[in-house]
């Protein structure tokens, strides 16, 4: 079966720091990868998404960057934090194309920045 | 582009009581509908999808949905809330751009369900 795993759960980091936040998958090939960021608890904003190495599209100008290292591992970053990149970021997958699937999320990360 | 609205910021209902949380949906094309929930500082989890076929969706801890193509919605519905239901709430819409699939989400219905 499929799984996915976030890491690390909570990160509290200064403002001017760097950040790296993982994501894999396990038990599928190709998955498309996905990165939202939920801000005060409701609404989930796309961030990132990537459809295969080394293919990422930005949905959004931000402080942030993503990097897809393998066919599944998906990578947040940033160089200097601010204090704006607070919130909960969540990786999903879904198989590529076809059959609506659906995402199956991560169990999010808890970014505070200080 | 396709889009889903959750009027509702919250719902509040009595334990044992039947729930309804809303969603509309503006798609063009055959729409493929989803609801997800989040508990606290949680992932989303999957309830279920409108592909094709049956109006009526069951899915996941009791839920089910009703797809309603002449009022553009995908309402879902519990005929017995439970405490335990008490949670966020999320409809989606499949959308197709630049040649890959995402999901666009509504912006949540915070269920309290009331003992």
């Known amino acids: 079966s499929q799984t996915i795993h976030q890491w690390p759960a909570t990160l509290v980091q200064p403002v001017g720091s760097p950040l790296s936040l993982e994501c894999t998958v396990e038990g599928t090939s190709n998955p498309n990868l996905y990165w939202y960021r939920q801000a005060a608890g409701r609404g989930l904003q796309l961030l990132f998404y990537?459809?295969?190495?080394?293919?990422i599209s930005s949905e959004v100008p931000q402080n942030l960057s993503a990097s897809r290292p393998q066919d599944r591992q998906f990578i947040l970053s940033s160089k200097k934090l601010l204090l704006s990149d607070s919130g909960f970021y969540l990786c999903?997958?879904?198989?590529?194309?076809?059959?609506?699937?659906?995402?199956?999320f991560g169990s999010g990360t808890r970014l505070t920045v200080v | 582009a396709q889009s889903v609205a959750q009027p509702e910021d919250q719902v509040n209902v009595a334990e044992g009581n039947p729930l309804t949380v809303k969603c509309t949906y503006s798609v063009s094309g055959n729409p493929y509908l989803f609801w997800y929930v989040q508990y606290p500082n949680r992932g989303l989890q999957f309830l279920l999808k409108?592909?094709?076929?049956?109006?009526l969706v069951k899915g996941s801890y009791g839920f089910e949905a009703e797809f309603n193509k002449s009022q553009t919605s995908f309402h879902l519905k519990k005929p017995s809330a439970l405490v335990s239901d008490s949670a966020l709430y999320f409809c989606?819409?499949?959308?197709?751009?630049?040649?890959?699939?995402?999901?666009?989400f509504g912006t949540g219905t915070r269920l309290k369900v009331l003992a």
């Open positions: 989606a819409v499949r959308d197709w751009t630049s040649g890959t699939y995402k999901y666009i």
């Open positions: 990537s459809v295969g190495i080394g293919q």
């Open positions: 409108y592909i094709t076929g049956d109006n």
């Open positions: 999903a997958w879904s198989p590529p194309d076809r059959v609506a699937y659906g995402y199956t």
